[in-house]
């Protein structure tokens, strides 16, 4: 190792650390009050549909990178290998998937939350499914929001990085919990994009100091990638289609793909800020230049995996017993080769934390938008909107608490919510076979997307829990080798198959079914795509013997040719927002937040109607 001594954290890192937190708290205070406030809900929830294309995508990208990304995606690169750069082409697939399919739909109806689809085409017991599963749901993907995640999110980073830097664990947890809540409930979801554009900022500066100075240490990137050519950890083509196989190329473009656009297609946290861009055209733009900075930043996380192992190449800190889990090698690193900088241990634990604070920040707002629009609004219809964006505040203030309060929790008993997110994680798939099947397919009615729904969830939670029970073996999950021979300590014979992560249900290995070896391994990415492909087909087949032909399904809920045509023509029809109601309410309580009364009157307004011709 390139040093002697590993270093601490010193007073320069906390006020690094501390600037980050201020200046979000600022961004918070700023659009609270910036353009007379928050009005009505729907400025709170939905940036008043005003913002344009770059913040929004640079805050997509954000809110994908938790900490989990800085943190977990170099390991598991040291770990497995290069062949996680395929997501690559997953990405690329996912957005568009998205941006032709979901999108346009989405954005024609104009709503808030992404389940008032779901009664719009099929009904409200539709909804309300969707609803649940969602704040539930806690994907086993960063990106998801969800109550029970969101502790995680905040906990485990700061667990990593206290162990290794002596960085003040609960400190760090209350003060992340805080800040975020602070500027979440100030400033809705304005200072939440604009909170992410600058966190992006910091996550690239703490990925960028690291590569330097590896590179630095290294003597030239020439040796890194050489390092990595050797030690077997540039194998990206994999092109075995064995469908238990944890990672191969199959698997992530396909299973990846699956399993992303669940979460850029249909999550509430992503999709609630591509539709409050001020045209479709700006949404779709929003989502094509988060592309760039989701392959930006699975660049430096690769590169900061391959220049991980290119120094620890003889005497792997984690077998060594140096680091007690693999997503504490990062920041073992950085102490390694960075403690001679004071602030940049600082600037990379801000990094780690900016992660966590976007992830966090887009599930606050996007939970206080799924709480008022699915559970409060069609049940109390009289409240005005001032009242609106104060309840709107309320929900977000409180689901900050539970966020804390979750991350107390986890590090009560990690292990076990490990587990139950995983088995959580498989809510996706039937989600999107759900919506998939409303867009889609004109003839899918309400009692097949409900049994669709239901067969593919029983079926994603059979395979997730039996994959919890029974872990997949060693030769399926293909860690690659870890050397100990340069280290200095006496160790036994240790070996490095076991992965600590999969050891939450220890079983003899004697009593497993012989569904644990075919069934049970398949790959985590499949889970989504089985869940999805089971909903649809269950839902198409349901739908056609329940006289699913004989329904007349408005041409709106569906994807059209139009939609797919006008792309090419940037008229200005592109920014009418159409606005159906299925019966007419008084104006103060419309029940679609785009459409607030303020907008009707185009006269008086001629430069704020934020492209809502109406």
Known sequence: ??????????????????????VSAVIGIYYAFAGGGQKTSKDFLMGGRSMSALPVALSLTASFMSAVTVLGTPAEIYRYGAIFC????????????????FLPVFYKLGITSTYEYLELRFNKYLRLCGTALFVIQTASKPQSCSTLYTGIVIYAPALALNQVTGFDLWGAVVATGVVCTFYCTLGGLKAVVWTDVFQVGIMVAGFSSVIIRAVVVQEGIGRIVNDSYYGGRLNFWDFNPNPLQRHTFWTIVIGGTFTWT????????QVQRYIACK?????????????????AILACAALCGLALYSIYKDCDPWTAKQVSALDQLMPYLVLDILHDFPGLPGLFVASAYSGTLSTVSSSINALAAVTVEDLIKPYFRSLS???LSWISMGMSLFYGGVCIAMAALASLMGALLQAALSIFGMVGGPLLGLFALGILCSFANGIGAFVGLVSGFVISLWVG?????????????KPLYLSTAGCNISLGNLTSTENPLTTVFNT????????????????????STLGTLITVVVGIITSLLTGGLKQNTDRKFLLTKEDFLSNFSRSKSETEVLNWKRFTVAAEGTDNPAF???????ASNKNKVNGLHI
């Open 385 to 387: 909107e001032k009242k």
């Open 279 to 295: 045209s479709r055209f700006h949404a779709k733009m929003s989502l094509y230049i988060n592309l760039v900075g989701l392959w």
């Open 596 to 602: 607030s009364h303020i907008e009707m009157d185009v």
């Open 465 to 477: 829990i039996g994959a919890q029970v029974y872990p997949p073996l060693p030769e399926r999950t």
């Open 508 to 527: 003899p290995t004697a009593e497993r079914p012989a569904l644990a070896d075919n069934w049970y391994s398949l790959s985590y990415l499949y889970f």
């Open 262 to 269: 669940g979460i850029y297609g249909i999550n509430q946290s």
């Open 1 to 22: 190792s390139p040093s002697g001594t590993m270093g601490r954290f010193t007073v320069w890192d906390y006020v690094v650390f501390t600037a980050m937190l201020l």
């Open 86 to 101: 395929i997501f690559a082409i997953t990405y690329g697939l996912v957005v568009l998937c998205s941006a032709e399919i």
